[in-house]
């Protein structure tokens, strides 16, 4: 595995980020040979999509399946990984996602990684008899005192758990007047009270600011300008949908060029980004084709270039 | 705010969840007791979207852990079922696998019996239950079946499905062809996690094993009834019966 001999030093207490470049997640659909240092610099790895989910007793626990991994291992062979997770639901009040953080103890061991993140909201609720319900789709946190102090122990206990950088996501969402604490006021103030209290960094991702920006009408600049841009390690850009006149994060196409903008305006502004991603969903990578996703990743490495070896 | 944390995510949570039904699609399943201050949120068109998100991929996962079932059946049937299961509360784990048997079961109780859709179903259920089991399965030592007081059970991790006509018959309609006419003899196939590519066709005596086994039973007791030491050996090794231990009986 090798990375970049540039790195981001934070102080004596951090760790250290390496400087990697541009990257793609892992997707089972995708010729190997995208997979390549010169391609890429590194491949953002979801553990879940190579598991397999079991009962065990009332609770769920989370099997990665060998040959899965095995393929994966062997597709990204030549690159540094990092960890990007769906399943934890970081904020539900009742509980997080133990089997979740089971699997990634034993992820962690077979298969290093430079840092991990997660999105910053929640998926379940209580259930019956103490067990976890499901709700089916990720849903995002009031910006409010209990939910910095809720979110912050666990991001501190992440810290210790994995000795690596956490880094939390903030998410698209479409959903109008969260309960709100003046002290916090928006997603903004929630990313940078919690990055804070936790001591975390923060994945940007740039097409849920857009997302976020056309869905309430409101500048996606100035969403930016909120965020703890200090603590931005990772970016993510995206393509998206039209559905019933909301655009959807849909990871479904190419980059909207208005979040190929807010990638120009955000990497001089946030001056310790170490990576940036190109997200789409497997069941669309096929569709969009090879040929599209290298285009997609010569876009973002040239706006890369422009501000990392100007 | 006014309301705790775990408060609004229970609310919201289970506004979204309940408001998957298609029947209410057209307005919000707002919660009696939500705050004034929140009636915004339940009452906007992005807590809509929101739930058409959520009944979207919960039938997207449905759809995707019953794949084969599902597309022998008239598309209207399909849409049907994958619309109760996601209004009954389904399709909601991120990833399937967890609720794909309780699926299937769910998909059987709506086609006939006996039939060839229904035969397909308890295929690919089967199937999945011993292709799961297969990634951790050892095989018991059979020394255990010699303990005083063994009992045993048919193993929740294998399948005997019935083919009402040749099983390579009925398999080629899944290209698009006809089924072909029910038979009254009847083919039938074990599947567990020891077996060679999980499966084989079931002897007669496999078969009254396996339907004994259905309910816990004493292993003298069997061997008292006729069946086999052997016959009661290969299926254990196959994990087509089980050890039933202490503290588990049902009967």
Redo the contacts between chains.
Sequence with gaps: MTTSSATVVRSKSEPIVPTLGIGLPYLASLPAEIYQAGMLEFVEVTP?TL?????DGKA?A??P??DLVARARRTCDSLPIIVHG??LSI????GWNEAYLEMLDSFQTSWPFLWHSEHLG?????GENGAS?????P?P??P?E??VR?VAARVRAIRERYGVPFLLENPA?????????PTVADEGGLMTAITNHGGCFQLLDLHNVYCNSV?HQCDPLAIINRMPLDRVVEIHVAGGSW????W?DAHDGRVPERVWELLDYTLPRATNVAAVVFEMLDEHAAVLGPTAIAEELQRARAIWRRWREA | ??????G???M???A??AS?DPAVSHRCNVPADVPT??T??FA????R??V???RS??MGRAAKSARLTLSILPPEQSRQILEQWVKAGG?????F??EADAFLDFIAEHLPAPSHLLTICRLEQATLRAS?AA??FIAPPLSGLDLPGRVLRASRQASLVRFYAEPNLVLAALDGGAFPAMSSSIVSLLFAPGLDRLLREASGEQIALWERLIEPVEMKTLLYEGHRREVIAALTLAGATEYVEQGQRCV
């Design positions: 879940e598991c397999r989910q079991r009962p769920i989370i099997d399946v060998p769906v399943e904020g539900s009040a009742h929640f998926q379940t609720i209580p319900l499901e709700v089916g789709v849903l946190l009031p409010t209990e939910t809720v969402h479409y959903l109008p007047g969260l309960p709100t604490d869905n559905q019933d006149g909301f959807m | 705010m006014n309301v705790s944390l775990l609004f995510q229970s919201l949570g289970r979204v969840r998957g201050d929140l915004t949120l906007s068109p992005g807590f979207i929101t058409d998100v959520q991929w919960s399709g909601t784990a991120s990833f696998a967890t799961e990634r951790r």
